[in-house]
């Protein structure tokens, strides 16, 4: 019988008990209770608004908090990655990106952290990612909301770097000079 029905409802409306599904998950996650279908929520499409424990699609950020979605287990609003996007504390940072701006009382109060396309010339937080080909420069102690930034820009024959900064492929430190990134020590990166 059960079947029957399901064919039934296929035919009738178009739909399956999954694209319904998908669909009172993210009712759940966005006001917090159920919709057409009753029971457990569970993982909506890529993006839009999920319960806790739903993988983040690949290219996309968490951008938003509901502390009452998800039936009170607090939900995330999933968006496609852009320049110039506040995000959430704990959301993934997309590979090309990195963090420009801290809020400490953004995304409901968990916290947000603004992402921006790596560029020369750029300072990030403490913590964010050095995309490839680019380099640390300087550092700001008070910079990107008291946390510390770091200044990236694209490796070039003859850039003072910071410490821990990468060494692209085909450079190589040579002299040092103490007073260098802002009192933290320089390396001269010059082409191997």
């Known amino acids: 019988m059960g079947a029957v029905a399901l064919v039934s409802a296929v035919i009738l409306t178009g739909t399956t008990t999954a694209t319904a599904a998908t669909a009172d998950a993210t009712t759940i996650a966005a006001t917090g209770t159920a919709g057409t279908v009753a029971g457990p929520s569970r993982p909506a499409a890529a993006g839009g608004w999920t ?22 287990a607090g939900s995330w609003l999933q968006e496609p990655v852009r320049d110039g996007i506040w995000t959430c504390s704990g959301s993934p940072i997309v590979s090309g990106y990195v963090i420009t701006n801290h809020n400490t009382s953004g995304c409901s109060g968990v916290g947000a952290w603004y992402h921006q396309l790596a560029r020369d010339g750029i300072w ?3 913590g964010s990612p050095i995309v490839s080909g680019y380099v640390i420069t300087n550092h700001n102690t008070g910079g990107c909301g008291g946390i510390g930034a770091w200044y990236h820009q694209l490796v070039r024959n003859g ?20 007073t260098g990134c802002s009192g933290l020590g320089a390396w ?5």
């Open 188 to 192: 001269l990166t010059v082409r191997a």
């Open 51 to 72: 319960c806790p424990g739903t993988p983040v699609p690949s290219g996309y950020v968490i951008t938003m908090f509901n502390r009452s979605g998800c039936n009170g």
């Open 159 to 178: 850039i003072w770097t910071c410490p821990y900064s990468p060494i692209p492929a085909g450079y190589r430190s040579t002299t040092y000079n103490a």
């Open 124 to 126: 990030t937080c403490s």
